[in-house]
């Protein structure tokens, strides 16, 4: 887990996407998350997390449903949901936080 804090640790927004390839909204989301990383290029970093291959981790996050994205800046958790979303609403979440 002192990887993970490491990844979140920038003062740019970091957008992770929790899932597996075996959940459905959760592969529906796969280029959803793509363009908006394409999209914001390097003002922010956007990270996939497969929930299978990274079990404590999602324990300790308490990701119960998939997909979960959350949105972290200088180490905090800003912003969290479940469930699928369209790019252009994560794209304005994450513009709000890049200013910030």
């Known amino acids: ?46 990270i996939k997390i497969d929930v299978d291959k990274n079990a404590e981790l999602a324990g300790a996050l308490k990701i119960n449903t998939l997909p979960t994205l959350m949105i972290y800046k200088n180490s905090q958790m800003k912003w969290r949901q479940t469930g699928e979303l369209d790019a252009n609403t994560l794209i304005g979440l994450l513009l709000e936080y890049i200013n910030k």
């Open 1 to 46: 887990m002192s990887k993970f804090g490491e990844l979140i640790k920038t003062e740019n927004p970091v957008l992770i996407d929790f899932y597996t390839d075996w959940n459905e909204p959760s592969v529906s989301m796969h280029p959803v998350v793509r363009d908006v990383a394409a999209a914001l290029g390097d003002r922010v970093k956007v």
